[in-house]
């Protein structure tokens, strides 16, 4: 990969997480269950990651602040409109991880 100076990378950075969360906000068919069988992370683990950045720079961030962050409305209003209940192969493939994530 090419070198670049730290301002800039951390700007290609940023620029590739908020596509990844405009990404992921559009494409509310896939649920956060399926993000975590496949890929090991889903949007409470961007949204975690997040406060965790905060949390280390010494910023208040609450996981509710992180969350809609991530999601773009409340959790809990996208989890009324998009989230659907864990089918039991959804279950059992994430029980089956072994990472335990």
Known sequence: MAEFDPATQTELEAAVYRRLVAHLRERTDVQNIDLMNLAGFCRNCLSNWLKDAADAKGLALTKDESREAVYGMP???????????????????FTARPDGH
């Open 75 to 93: 959790y809990e209003t996208w989890k009324e409109r998009h989230q659907a209940e864990a089918t039991p192969a959804q279950q059992a493939a």
